[in-house]
């Protein structure tokens, strides 16, 4: 099935403003960046977090671990910024009757559900951490929250519910050197947790990896709220900016540039645990992300860097760049092979105007069809307006390309004319949130698998007692 829309106003405001990286809501910042740093002891920059330079002697793990709970200003309250995800429902009223049934929501049958039958015991012997047998889906599951109302954040035991780990002071941790390498960098959020943690490794789209406003920005802020969400609930999260300016688009070199960070954060990290890694990006950071994990199994003759268990690939393009010669991630997912214990998993939205996901050739779809592995799947997210097969809501889900964003800001306001509709809904907690953290905790908690790779892929909320329904289009095993 091939999909393939024209760009509607909105889209092309968000593609333009974010390709030229014109301001107001700081989609990418001027093509070379002053370097600006801040010493560790200093208090961070605007956005408080701790800037290491990986040079400077400072910047070994012994520092970066050495953080104390008993610091004041290095913990950030589990209930503190993710609660600003109660919503920002700035589109006024929601339907009363939202709250709707959860159990019949959840024993509705997914419209394309792929529900490989699979006795509980075998679920469980699958869900060891870095194996890579055929996940399976023990049957429905039982939302463990009461309502799974589409316009509330979940609760309970649900991947996309807040989590209840507190947060030390995001690192900000520079590794470039050299001319025009300056550029290399990550920000790092840590659970305040004792032992070793496993690794997300997230790679934004174009020109997102500084947003914030016209006078200041920071690093991660457009995925900020999704990033915290997934540290919260136990996970060392790295953002890894891959990107020096707003017209740098050599995907090979931002490959390399994620494999760099590995590197970089396994030396100064000391809780992050090599063993356990994911890799996921947005868009272009999509395509750096598949591009990185062939890089790190077929191109690694000395297994000097760490392979992901599992990639999760949100919203990806594969067009190519105005000022670069196409890396064709089709070319690169082709040469991983069956056998490679990697799981991949596409997500996309339907009406995804600036990345089609049926494009015969820049689509993603037609990366999934290159793969050859046998663990693959393809996700895909649906709307609630006007024309969707869902129920419509007020407000209205937008499945759109920049619905993996989390920008704050009230509908209709400039951080949604420069990002359309990336507040926080429905198809953050219910979709992207949701099959991250399932996955993590799937591959590396023994959670169940039936969140990221089973029936309740496709459970995307209620609304006035009807089940807001997303698809799998497609899957491998």
Known sequence: MVRFRTMSRKDHVFALLCAATIAFAGCGDPPLESGKSVDVGGGGGTDGSATVDSSSSAGDAAA???????????????????????????????????????????????????????????????ASSGDAGAPVDAGPVKPPCKSCAFNKQPTGNHPGAKGTMSLLAPQIHKYGSGFGSGYKEMRVWMPLAAGSRPVLFFVHGFNLYKTGGLFSSELGHAYKAMLEHVAKRGYIVAFVR???????????????????????????????????????????????????????????????????????????????????????????????????????????????????????????????????????????????????????????????????????????????????????DGLDWYGYWKVLVGALDFHYSKGDAAWAYGSMRTHGGVHAGKVIQHKVLKQGW
């Open 64 to 126: 970066n671990d050495a953080v104390s709970a008993a610091d004041a200003g290095a913990v950030v309250d589990a209930a503190g910024t993710a609660d600003s995800s109660s919503v920002q429902d700035a589109a006024g009223a929601v339907d009363a009757a939202a709250g709707g049934d959860s159990s019949s929501a959840a024993d509705a049958p997914s419209s394309a559900d792929a529900g490989s039958a699979a006795d509980a015991q075998t679920q469980a012997d699958s």
């Open 242 to 424: 891959v990107q020096a300016g707003a017209t740098s688009c050599d995907h090979k070199s931002m490959a390399q540039n994620l494999v760099d960070a590995t590197t970089v954060l396994f030396k100064k990290i000391s809780k992050a645990d090599k063993t356990r890694v994911m890799f996921a990006g947005h868009s272009m950071g999509a395509k750096i992300a598949l591009l990185a994990t062939r890089r790190t199994i077929n191109q690694d003759p000395k297994n000097e860097w760490v392979d992901p268990q599992a990639v999760l690939l949100f919203n990806l393009d594969n067009a190519k760049p105005p000022l670069c010669s196409l890396v064709d991630a089709r070319k690169a997912a082709s040469e991983l092979q069956p056998e490679e214990k990697v799981r991949i998993t596409f997500v996309h939205t339907d009406d995804d105007k600036v990345s089609p996901w049926g494009h015969k050739t820049n689509g993603a779809m037609a990366v999934y069809d290159a793969l050859k592995l046998k663990h693959r799947q393809f996700i895909l997210l649906n709307g609630t307006g006007k024309g969707d097969a869902n129920p419509v809501t007020k407000p209205e889900l937008h499945d759109d390309h920049a619905a993996p964003l989390t920008v704050k800001g009230k509908i209709g306001g400039i951080a949604d004319l420069a990002m359309p509709d990336s507040y926080l």
